[in-house]
């Protein structure tokens, strides 16, 4: 049997219970009986996987990471994502007990504990969170509501020549995790940081202790934004099964959660953005990934930005990024009912424009037939009631799903792609002649300056990259008051031979494939007015490491005079403002002793940029996704480690 004819009968058993049953069945018979209940389970857990996961998880399917990434997983991580999660529609069909064996052969283990409850506890009985907004600190995805990632000189505390001397200071494990996917924020000397195990963390910003652990349930991806509310001060963020919490800074005790979004797919990926006692939260989801099921009805998700009453979750208005509901469109080739218009995904956190009363997201690439209008698009909505204002699309006609990769490409639509999303937030701007800008980069490699106040008309637009489903600009760039900075992923592979150093199976045109490391990456300089070049820095390139990949995927971070980027060759590396040369470079993929006592191991950078706060810069290391590294830890660096 070819490796396509395999994953077509994997992926032609999705939703099959009865088929299931029957290869479980044959397998249990196969093996000696009697067993022992625990053996049964795993057996039957491994014909299960075999059957169901094998196929993606083990063909280098993007966002499908292999076994030996999912074992360091916990069983309950695991069991969550197929009971409820991004994994709950291949689940189908299946017995609460062949869930939990399934679960139990993938993790490879019955739980992780996570030490950081009784390891690395504060002495002190809470965050104090003293005069948060008087201190340095960096708020939510982009330190404010512009999302421009630039960090003052007044609260960074940390110049040009200080950046060689950056030393590790700390190291902080994420239990049960192979990505460390949610990017910190930093208030009043307390860290808060949510994991892909479902735990949120207070720690000292110094120390690294541990004040408390909110535990959600779900994964939580999202950066988190602090406020005052009421006579204290709470700590705003979503999950990835699609509900936004507020909880105590100081106590971790929740206050409030609400479930924004009632599609199953539905998750919380961009950090909600609060203005005058409303958050405003976006709405993403996973159904790009469901679609790659060919009994999958495809696709009936929709983005959305969701106004929420910050004292008490309530509702106060939706409004969605597809104005028009999915409805019937055609059968696929098995008799399955398809869907649309759908998909517009808001996968970053929004900006807010007090002046003009203005709410600002980018958008993601449809799903189904026919392609909206509104995806890979700028959208401005009123605050006040979620009315569109305007929007400003930059690709028509992208509709994809996983389904057009490769394999049983039944739910792909007819448009395939070229996904190129925006993972981008809107940076909103000001020139000093008071001209306005919204600024974003697009997985098509382009980055977009638009006129908010002329209903987004285009002012100039710059090519950095080839572009891509991996590449272009993936998730942000960063500005200060000359320049826009961005980096590009520009992810490519090539094939390789089966049992090569670092190669992993996939469907890049053959069993496996390993990342090319002659492609990729690269960080430009640009004139903030113009988008003009002003100074290009290639990656320096991988050398012999095997699977290495120079794409800088990470969102850039910038302060006076430096300007970092991350790579998914591990690597943070800092750049002169000025003219792009190289003045700082880390290697994160190494394995580190942790304040909390759980076993850490860096990986690639990507999705989260960095925190600069009173001299200390803090990033997170690790993100397993279509052969990256996977990794499970936050990093602290100060001057010479003090």
């Known amino acids: 049997m070819t490796r396509r004819d395999a994953e077509t009968q994997c992926r032609s058993a999705f939703g099959k219970f009865e088929f299931v049953r029957g290869v479980v069945v044959t397998v249990l018979l196969a093996v000696a009986?009697?067993?022992?209940?625990?053996?049964?389970?795993?057996?039957?857990?491994?014909?299960?996987?075999?059957?169901?996961?094998v196929g993606c998880h083990e063909t280098g399917v993007a966002r499908a990471p292999d076994l030996a990434t999912l074992r360091a997983m916990s069983a309950d991580r695991v069991l969550t994502a197929l009971r409820s999660g991004s994994m709950s529609p291949q689940a189908q069909g299946l017995s609460n007990a062949q869930l939990e064996n399934l679960s139990g052969f993938v993790a490879g283990t019955a739980a992780v504990q996570d030490a950081a409850q009784t390891t690395g506890a504060c002495t002190e009985a809470s965050a104090s969170l003293a005069d948060p907004l008087v201190r340095p600190h960096w708020n939510g995805w982009g330190g404010d509501a512009s999302q421009q990632r630039f960090q003052p000189a007044a609260m960074a505390q940390l110049n040009a020549d200080d950046v060689p001397r950056l030393k590790l200071k700390?190291?902080?494990?994420?239990?049960?995790?192979t990505r460390a996917q949610a990017q910190p924020t930093l208030m009043g000397g307390a860290l808060f940081v949510g994991s892909q195990s479902g735990k949120v963390y207070?720690?000292?910003?110094?120390?690294?202790?541990?004040?408390?652990?909110?535990?959600?349930?779900?994964?939580?991806?999202?950066?988190?934004?602090?406020?005052?509310?009421?006579?204290?001060?709470?700590?705003?963020?979503?999950?990835?099964?699609?509900?936004?919490?507020?909880?105590?800074?100081?106590?971790?005790?929740?206050?409030?959660?609400?479930?924004?979004?009632?599609?199953?797919?539905?998750?919380?990926?961009?950090?909600?953005?609060?203005?005058?006692?409303?958050?405003?939260?976006?709405?993403s989801s996973f159904e790009e990934v469901s679609g790659a099921n060919p009994g999958y009805q495809c696709c009936s998700f929709r983005g959305s930005l969701v106004a929420l009453d910050a004292a008490t979750g309530k509702i106060l208005w939706q409004s969605y990024t597809i104005p028009q509901a999915p409805a019937p469109v055609r059968k696929n080739a098995g008799g399955?009912?398809?869907?649309?218009?759908?998909?517009?995904?808001?996968?970053?956190?929004?900006?807010?424009?007090?002046?003009?009363?203005?709410?600002?997201?980018?958008?993601?690439?449809?799903?189904?037939?026919?392609?909206?209008?509104?995806?890979?698009?700028?959208?401005?909505?009123?605050?006040?009631?979620?009315?569109?204002a305007w929007s400003r699309q930059m690709t028509p006609g992208d509709a994809f799903t996983v389904a057009c990769l490769g394999?049983?490409?039944?739910?792909?639509?007819?448009?395939?792609?070229?996904?190129?999303?925006?993972?981008?937030?809107?940076?909103?701007?000001?020139?000093?002649?008071?001209?306005?800008?919204?600024?974003?980069?697009?997985?098509?490699?382009?980055?977009?300056?638009?006129?908010?106040?002329?209903?987004?008309?285009?002012?100039w637009q710059r090519r950095v990259g080839r572009g891509g489903p991996a590449g272009g600009v993936e998730w942000g760039a960063a500005v200060d008051?000359?320049?826009?900075?961005?980096?590009?992923?520009?992810?490519?592979a090539r094939p390789a031979a089966q049992g090569t150093a670092g190669a992993q199976p996939s469907l890049f045109g053959g069993r496996s494939f390993l990342l090319d490391p002659s492609q990729g990456g690269g960080i430009s300089a640009l004139k903030l007015a113009t988008g003009e070049v002003v100074w290009h820095t290639p990656h320096p390139g991988c050398g012999d490491v095997p699977g290495c990949s120079p794409a800088q995927s990470a969102a850039v971070t910038a302060i006076p005079g430096v300007v970092f980027s991350g790579g998914l060759d591990g690597h943070l590396r800092a750049y002169a403002a000025s003219n792009g040369a190289m003045?700082?470079?880390?290697?994160?993929?190494?394995?580190?002793?942790?304040?909390?006592?759980?076993?850490a191991h860096g990986g690639s950078l990507d999705g989260p940029g960095v925190v600069i706060v009173d001299g200390v810069l803090y990033v997170n290391s690790?993100?397993?996704?279509f052969g990256t590294a996977p990794g499970n830890v936050l990093l602290a660096f100060s001057i010479d480690g003090k």
């Open 202 to 283: 207070a720690l000292d910003a110094r120390s690294g202790c541990t004040h408390w652990v909110f535990d959600a349930g779900f994964s939580v991806r999202s950066a988190i934004t602090i406020a005052a509310s009421g006579d204290g001060w709470s700590a705003y963020f979503g999950d990835q099964r699609g509900n936004a919490y507020a909880v105590d800074a100081v106590t971790g005790q929740q206050r409030w959660k609400t479930h924004v979004d009632d599609h199953h797919a539905a998750m919380i990926t961009g950090a909600p953005t609060l203005d005058g006692g409303v958050l405003y939260v976006p709405v």
């Open 33 to 53: 009986v009697p067993a022992m209940a625990q053996s049964t389970g795993r057996a039957e857990g491994e014909a299960i996987y075999r059957v169901r996961c």
């Open 481 to 492: 008051q000359d320049h826009v900075y961005v980096a590009v992923s520009d992810l490519a």
């Open 336 to 388: 399955v009912q398809l869907w649309g218009p759908s998909g517009a995904p808001i996968w970053s956190s929004p900006s807010v424009d007090p002046e003009r009363r203005m709410i600002y997201v980018t958008t993601g690439d449809s799903y189904s037939d026919p392609a909206a209008d509104t995806s890979d698009a700028f959208i401005a909505l009123r605050m006040e009631s979620g009315e569109f």
């Open 407 to 459: 394999g049983n490409s039944t739910n792909c639509p007819e448009a395939k792609g070229p996904d190129l999303d925006f993972g981008s937030s809107p940076m909103l701007v000001k020139l000093p002649d008071g001209k306005r800008m919204l600024i974003a980069g697009q997985k098509s490699g382009v980055v977009h300056a638009i006129d908010p106040d002329r209903q987004g008309e285009i002012l």
């Open 583 to 599: 003045i700082w470079d880390v290697d994160t993929a190494q394995s580190y002793s942790t304040v909390n006592g759980v076993a």
């Open 170 to 177: 700390w190291a902080f494990g994420f239990a049960g995790a």
């Open 622 to 625: 690790g993100y397993a996704n």
